[in-house]
């Protein structure tokens, strides 16, 4: 017997996530809903508790393509026997991080190919997904042929598949949903656009909210059963207005003028996607339709802009998702009739012409803001058990490491993809009229080799001098500018970076090696100067750094200083000896490096360019520190 899922209607809080995922259910075609937020804030725990609640699908025994009775996929053969129709569940299929392609796409059904069919599909996580909910847990850590898979299907609503001689397609439309934690890193543009709605969740501050929860909890876990059975009243009744409010929906209108003031409210917030208008505009109506509602107001499409627009507008590098309150709060004022901004509560629809002037008014397309040209950055992979990670940055070195995404034809293969090579020996044997019951035998035109995630991603440690000798506004500024440009970098090719600042007496780990590069310019921005330069400290520490991270990430070194080091690691040490003894112990490591000299005045000693030189590491100057100079020579170092 499966344990109930905690119950939709139990959940405390967190209103605009239930109402995400309700819309997703009065409209399947939204596209679904990305849930961000914090670990341990019921992300999951709402995104299966919906299936409860979801009227139920009507469907025919045993079909595996998830058909709509009377229109079944060309394949389908169950669904071509006219059998009876029943209601089922709403299709809820998970999708792991680790799938092949061939999971989520499908493959060859070998049983089917021995007996002569050359288009014998097994279906695969697509096929079971369609006219129900794809759910991804930790979405922004999905590998790039996975995200690439999924951009097709939800492009065009048709899973093709064309693996060894098999040429099939089926209808694959699903709602997407999505859960991530940002300290992970964000999510590629493109997904980010496929889906229609966000929702930023957080844990309640309220201390009597959060007991609540708890309470909650404990008491599902100690009797599931009998806790859902104490909300099958809510979890009925929502079912019901579920299910109204899909009936409801055809007959929901929206006016011109709320259509107007949609793409109003888009250009003002720079959103380039023309997809956001069209979702906003399905979004409002589904907010009606819940709401029991035939006729769209203004505040149905302020709702939908908050949950459309946060992850589509033009954003700066690292500026975090959302929306200006009070500039939405500004342009739905303007864009209300003269009677209605004095209060009387009239309807936008019965002032159509004023609406539009005010929508027509200061409208105009905002051009992509230009954030720099960011070069690649390219880290040689060391042989040295380094793993293969879902980064886009360097070619692995190991043709055998990594993750297998798919098979080719290969008739000495390094790596034997057997199931590929069975399948290639099925179907040659059937085309050829061999009799059932023969021995299979493999030729070498049947062999298959593996192919593997061929990218991996980079561990980018800054190590920045924040000392008095660093402290001068001007540098810093000039140096923060310049960190900026590899940072946008960084979170377009998905490394992963690390901060260490050193300063006073002592340096400092500011940040773990982690995905999230608006966590690493937050520590920078955030950084303290001030006091002595302990640089031994800091390559000392850096030197732990890279070891504790073996085996993760190729690392590439970008350190920040003059060089001007006055703390040794040793009472009675000499700083400049011990700095330049552990540069060539990281110059030993083959470590890639980068040192940006930010040594100013007259009279300079040199030090950042004789570092530099002990690390084997092109050395700039703060006058050259520019995006575009640090780029092009970043760019030409790894290159070597």
Same mark, same amino acid.
């Given at each position: 017997?499966?344990?109930?899922?905690?119950?939709?209607?139990?959940?405390?809080?967190?209103?605009?996530?239930?109402? $995400?995922?309700?819309?997703?259910?009065? @409209?399947?075609?939204?596209?679904?809903?990305?849930?961000?937020?914090?670990?341990?804030?019921?992300?999951?725990?709402?995104?299966?508790?919906?299936?409860?609640?979801?009227?139920?699908?009507?469907?025919?025994?045993?079909?595996?393509? !998830?058909?709509?009775?009377?229109?079944?996929?060309?394949?389908?053969?169950?669904?071509?026997?006219?059998?009876?129709?029943? %209601?089922?569940?709403?299709?809820?299929?998970?999708?792991?991080?680790?799938?092949?392609?061939? =999971?989520?796409?499908?493959?060859?059904? *070998?049983?089917?190919?021995?007996?002569?069919? #050359? !288009?014998?599909?097994?279906?695969?996580?697509?096929?079971?997904?369609?006219?129900?909910?794809?759910?991804?847990?930790?979405?922004?850590?999905?590998?790039?042929?996975?995200?690439?898979?999924?951009?097709?299907?939800?492009?065009?609503?048709?899973?093709?598949?064309?693996?060894?001689?098999?040429?099939?397609?089926?209808?694959?439309?699903?709602?997407?949903?999505?859960?991530?934690?940002?300290?992970?890193?964000?999510?590629?543009?493109?997904?980010?656009?496929?889906?229609?709605?966000?929702?930023?969740?957080?844990?309640?501050?309220?201390?009597?909210?959060?007991?609540?929860?708890?309470?909650?909890?404990?008491?599902?876990?100690?009797?599931?059963?009998?806790?859902?059975?104490?909300?099958?009243?809510?979890?009925?009744?929502?079912?019901?207005?579920?299910?109204?409010?899909?009936?409801?929906?055809?007959?929901?209108?929206?006016?011109?003028?709320?259509?107007?003031?949609? %793409?109003?409210?888009?250009?003002?917030?720079?959103?380039?996607?023309?997809?956001?208008?069209?979702?906003?505009?399905?979004?409002?109506?589904?907010?009606?339709?819940?709401?029991?509602?035939?006729?769209?107001?203004?505040?149905?499409?302020?709702?939908?802009?908050?949950?459309?627009?946060?992850?589509?507008?033009?954003?700066?590098?690292?500026?975090?998702?959302?929306?200006?309150?009070?500039?939405?709060?500004?342009?739905?004022?303007?864009?209300?009739?003269?009677? #209605?901004?004095?209060?009387?509560?009239?309807?936008?629809?019965?002032?159509?012409?004023?609406?539009?002037?005010?929508?027509?008014?200061?409208? #105009?397309?905002?051009?992509?803001?230009?954030?720099? @040209?960011?070069?690649?950055?390219?880290?040689?992979?060391?042989?040295?058990?380094?793993?293969?990670?879902?980064?886009?940055?360097?070619?692995?070195?190991?043709?055998?490491?990594?993750?297998?995404?798919? $098979?080719?034809?290969?008739?000495?293969?390094?790596? *034997?993809?057997?199931?590929?090579?069975?399948?290639?020996?099925?179907?040659?044997?059937?085309?050829?009229?061999?009799?059932?019951?023969?021995?299979?035998?493999?030729?070498?035109?049947?062999?298959?080799?593996?192919?593997?995630?061929?990218?991996?991603?980079?561990?980018?440690?800054?190590?920045?001098?924040? %000392?008095?000798?660093?402290?001068?506004? =001007?540098?810093?500024?000039?140096?923060?500018?310049?960190?900026?440009?590899?940072?946008?970098?960084?979170?377009?090719?998905?490394?992963?970076?690390?901060?260490?600042?050193?300063?006073?007496?002592?340096?400092?780990?500011?940040?773990?090696?982690? =995905?999230?590069?608006?966590?690493?310019?937050?520590?920078?921005?955030?950084?303290?100067?001030?006091?002595?330069?302990?640089?031994?400290?800091?390559?000392?520490?850096?030197?732990?750094?890279?070891?504790?991270?073996?085996?993760?990430?190729?690392?590439?070194?970008?350190?920040?200083?003059?060089?001007?080091?006055?703390?040794?690691?040793? %009472?009675?040490?000499?700083?400049?000896?011990?700095?330049?003894?552990?540069?060539?112990?990281?110059?030993?490591?083959?470590?890639?490096?980068?040192?940006?000299?930010?040594?100013?005045?007259?009279?300079?000693?040199?030090?950042?360019?004789?570092?530099?030189? $002990?690390?084997?590491?092109?050395?700039?100057?703060?006058?050259?520190?520019?995006? @575009? !100079?640090?780029?092009?020579?970043?760019?030409?170092?790894?290159?070597?």
């Amino acid at each position: 017997m499966s344990v109930p899922l905690f119950p939709f209607s139990a959940i405390v809080g967190q209103p605009q996530l239930k109402n $995400a995922l309700l819309l997703c259910a009065v @409209d399947t075609t939204l596209g679904g809903v990305l849930i961000r937020g914090d670990k341990g804030t019921a992300k999951s725990t709402a995104a299966r508790a919906l299936t409860a609640v979801l009227p139920p699908v009507e469907r025919i025994a045993g079909c595996a393509f !998830n058909c709509l009775p009377g229109q079944p996929a060309e394949h389908c053969a169950v669904c071509r026997n006219d059998a009876k129709a029943i %209601s089922a569940n709403v299709p809820f299929v998970t999708l792991p991080l680790g799938a092949t392609e061939d =999971r989520v796409l499908g493959t060859l059904d *070998l049983q089917r190919a021995l007996k002569g069919d #050359q !288009n014998a599909l097994q279906p695969g996580l697509l096929a079971a997904a369609h006219r129900g909910i794809l759910y991804i847990d930790e979405v922004n850590l999905l590998p790039d042929h996975l995200v690439d898979v999924l951009l097709d299907v939800a492009a065009m609503g048709v899973n093709s598949v064309q693996r060894e001689g098999l040429s099939v397609s089926h209808p694959a439309r699903f709602t997407l949903i999505g859960t991530m934690n940002l300290e992970e890193g964000d999510l590629r543009p493109q997904l980010l656009d496929r889906f229609g709605l966000m929702v930023e969740v957080v844990a309640p501050r309220d201390k009597k909210l959060r007991a609540d929860v708890v309470r909650r909890r404990l008491a599902y876990e100690a009797d599931p059963p009998a806790y859902a059975a104490q909300w099958s009243d809510e979890q009925d009744a929502l079912r019901v207005r579920i299910a109204a409010a899909q009936t409801l929906l055809p007959q929901v209108v929206l006016s011109d003028a709320l259509l107007d003031l949609i %793409s109003h409210l888009c250009c003002e917030f720079e959103v380039a996607s023309l997809r956001a208008d069209i979702v906003m505009h399905k979004t409002a109506r589904a907010f009606a339709a819940l709401d029991g509602r035939a006729q769209v107001t203004p505040d149905d499409v302020r709702a939908a802009a908050e949950l459309v627009l946060p992850h589509r507008r033009r954003r700066k590098p690292f500026e975090q998702p959302g929306l200006d309150q009070d500039k939405l709060d500004d342009l739905m004022q303007q864009a209300m009739p003269p009677e #209605q901004q004095e209060g009387n509560g009239q309807d936008q629809s019965d002032s159509p012409s004023d609406s539009n002037d005010q929508s027509g008014d200061g409208q #105009q397309v905002f051009a992509a803001a230009n954030v720099g @040209d960011a070069r690649q950055l390219k880290v040689d992979a060391p042989v040295n058990n380094v793993s293969t990670l879902a980064g886009r940055r360097s070619d692995t070195a190991d043709a055998t490491r990594g993750r297998m995404i798919r $098979a080719v034809p290969d008739s000495n293969p390094a790596s *034997l993809a057997v199931g590929a090579t069975l399948r290639s020996a099925v179907l040659r044997s059937a085309a050829e009229g061999t009799e059932e019951g023969t021995v299979l035998q493999l030729q070498t035109g049947d062999l298959h080799g593996k192919v593997k995630a061929g990218k991996t991603a980079n561990l980018i440690l800054f190590v920045v001098d924040a %000392s008095g000798s660093m402290a001068a506004q =001007r540098r810093m500024e000039a140096v923060k500018g310049a960190v900026l440009a590899l940072l946008t970098d960084v979170y377009q090719r998905r490394d992963q970076v690390a901060v260490i600042g050193f300063r006073g007496d002592k340096a400092s780990l500011l940040l773990a090696p982690t =995905r999230s590069v608006d966590l690493a310019e937050q520590g920078l921005r955030e950084l303290p100067t001030g006091g002595r330069t302990p640089l031994p400290h800091a390559l000392q520490l850096t030197l732990q750094t890279l070891e504790q991270s073996a085996g993760v990430a190729p690392p590439l070194l970008v350190l920040l200083s003059d060089g001007k080091g006055n703390v040794a690691l040793e %009472s009675g040490g000499d700083p400049w000896r011990e700095t330049l003894a552990l540069a060539e112990q990281l110059a030993a490591r083959g470590t890639p490096a980068l040192v940006l000299d930010t040594e100013t005045g007259y009279v300079r000693l040199g030090r950042a360019a004789q570092l530099a030189q $002990a690390l084997g590491a092109e050395c700039m100057t703060l006058e050259e520190l520019t995006a @575009d !100079n640090l780029a092009l020579t970043i760019r030409a170092r790894m290159a070597q």
